[in-house]
C-alpha cells in the first residue's frame, strides 16, 4: 500500500491532489473474514470505523487485480476529469497495486461502495487486502 501512495504522489498525480488511506489491520482472523464476507457487516464496519456513513448502499467487488485495476483508475478519472495526468499511468499503477498478491486467496480486491457517499458524490473505493487481514479506504480531495 506505502509503494502504491508514494507512486501516485511522486510519479503520477500533480500537487493539488492529495491522496490518503485510511487502513485497518484485523489481528484476528475470524473477526476479518466474518466482516469481509458480510456486506451489510462489512458497510457497517466502515461507518464505525471512519464515519463514513454507506449503510444502505451496494458494492461492486472487482476480485481481479487486472479489472479492479481499471474501475480504480476510473475512479480517480471521475474525481478530477480536467485530466492533469494520463489515465494509463494511473491504471498501469493501480494494477501493480491490486495485481501484486500472487495467488486469488491472498488478493487485493477492489471494492466501490456505490452511491453518493463524500463530495464530490462518488463511489468510495474500498481494498481488501486477505494475505495482510486489511481493509483500506482511499480518499482524495483537490486543492487547485
Known amino acids: ?3 502504491f ?3 501516485m504522489r511522486s510519479r503520477v498525480l500533480p500537487d493539488c491532489f492529495d491522496i490518503a488511506a485510511l487502513e ?3 489481528e484476528n482472523e475470524e473477526e476479518f473474514f466474518s466482516t ?8 457497517s464496519f466502515i461507518k464505525e470505523r ?3 456513513p454507506c449503510a444502505g448502499h451496494y458494492i461492486d467487488v472487482f476480485k481481479s487485480g ?6 480504480f483508475a476510473l475512479w480517480f478519472l471521475e474525481f478530477d476529469e480536467d485530466n492533469w495526468y494520463s489515465f494509463e499511468a494511473v491504471q498501469e499503477e493501480t494494477l501493480k497495486y491490486l495485481n501484486s498478491n500472487i495467488s486469488v486467496a491472498d488478493r487485493r480486491e477492489l471494492r466501490l461502495v456505490k452511491g453518493s457517499i463524500i463530495p464530490p458524490d ?11 487481514m486489511s481493509v483500506t479506504v482511499w480518499t482524495g480531495e483537490l486543492n487547485d
Not at 469481509?36 to 458497510?43: G, Q
Not at 487486472?66 to 474501475?71: H, I, K, N, Q, T
Open 24 to 26: 485497518y489491520q484485523f
Open 122 to 132: 462518488l463511489d468510495l473505493p474500498v481494498v481488501v487486502d486477505y494475505a495482510d
Open 5 to 7: 501512495l508514494d507512486n
Open 1 to 3: 500500500m506505502e509503494d
Open 50 to 52: 471512519w464515519g463514513i
Open 36 to 43: 469481509v464476507s458480510d456486506s451489510d457487516r462489512f458497510l
Open 66 to 71: 487486472f479489472l479492479g485495476s481499471y474501475a
